[in-house]
């Protein structure tokens, strides 16, 4: 009998602490995505051919990108129609779950109510497919025969890799050297839905083997693999190439987070006080932000919300970055791209969060910024990692190592509510599961995980390089 009666009283104490999961319907998943370019605080400001210093024309930007990413680009449509076909991919994963961290709530003894948004539950464990579907689809249409593309962590690659599967495309992946080594399983991935993955910089390219020349052991960055990635695209007439964060399209591809997200917390009669994500290029910090901005700019919002975005102390873009023009990649291949940036010649430190080691960011996300509407902070990466522990044995899901980075800051914000007494709403994008990124755990929790943080010094050595550069070109930085 005692041990029925206890089993019923911590059956009661679980339910009062049970996660919610709110869903939604599959006819309401969004139909269209959100493009936020009508609706920034000012035009932004346009991306210039590295030649002559111009901006760029959709001509110039077509040996790259499929005619109608590029209109996507730069559209002032408002909401831009989801394509059937796009939808029937969605539908495999989508709508995904919003949950409330009851559970993580109680640890932290807090009044805040803490929502995330999960989008570990698609089959490659990200948000990345949501616009890898919409790129490998648009590019399969205009008779493309072969993507290449860049991944650092490996969820990009990952989410490619099965997109262009199910369109029929060939893919070629160069990613970031220290994470093909830290993270192998990712490569496997990849390479068991078709793709082919070369560890960058590599022999591959000319640019590639400019890197190796000078420096046989370097590690790699998003900037040498994007510049690999592009080489390659604009010598092969067959090939285009494809990028999984920064650019207009690409953030416009994420809004159905957000989207989502509103109806899923309009069904909690809910809306939050604050939005966090983690971000490198931006990509799931705006998917979930930008239909939020969007209702607070219009006056549509119930409240006035604040907008976090979570960064590494070892790749601060935002946090300690400068905003000017510079590449986005490190051979100086791309446009000019209006960012807070830490210089395009930038090598990070081999953190696991491989997926946030850009020397940029977004330049709508960095207008929001520029504008004081978006905030930003960063942590370095022990700390993340104790945060994603603690998130691990309440919640049950161990988070990617970038997602990590935004449950820090939630917890920090949740603290900060309890001291304060706020009953506040905090919403964030847990945007991938970590299962493939245990090798990090294990040195963790081998106590071997070093806590980087980039010198300032170092930041603005590569600022003041970039500077000298742009004024030789006469362009103001």
Known sequence: MYIKEKFIYINEQNRQVMNKKIHLDEDEMPREWYNILPDLPEPLPPPLNPVTGQPVSPKDLEPIFPKELIRQEMSQERFIPIPEEVLDVYRIWRPTPLIRAYRLEKALRTPARIY??????????????????????????????????????????????????????????????????????????????????????????????????????????LGIAISEALEDAISHEDTKYSLGSVLNHVLLHQTVIGLEAIKQLEAEDEFPDIVIGCVGGGSNFAGISYPFYYLVRSGKAPKRTRFLAVEPASCPSMTKGEYMYDYGDTAGLTPLLKMYTLGHDFIPPPIHAGGLRYHGA???????????????????????????????????????????????????????????????????NLSGHGLLDLAAYQDFLDGKLPAHEYPAEAIQRSIEKIKALLLEKGIKP
């Open 116 to 221: 995330y948004k999960y989008e570990g539950v698609s089959p490659p464990g990200s948000h990345k497919p949501n616009t890898a579907v919409a790129q490998a689809y648009y590019n399969a249409r205009e008779g493309v025969e072969r993507l290449t593309t860049e991944t650092g962590a490996g969820q990009w690659g990952s989410a490619l890799s099965f997109a262009t599967m199910l369109f029929g495309l060939k893919l070629t992946i160069y990613m970031v050297k220290v994470s093909y080594m830290q993270k192998p399983y990712r490569a496997i991935l990849m390479r068991t839905w078709g793709a082919e993955v070369v560890p960058s910089p590599s022999n591959r390219t000319k640019y590639g083997r400019s890197i190796l020349e000078k420096d046989p052991d370097n590690p790699g960055s």
């Open 362 to 428: 977004a330049p709508t996300l960095s207008l929001l910024k520029k504008a004081g509407i978006y905030e930003s902070t960063a942590y370095n990466q022990v700390e993340v990692f104790e945060a994603a522990r603690l998130f691990a044995q309440t919640e049950g899901i161990v988070p990617a190592p970038e997602s990590a980075h935004a449950i820090k800051a939630v917890i920090d914000e949740a603290i900060k509510a309890k001291q304060k007494g706020e009953e506040k709403v905090i919403l964030f």
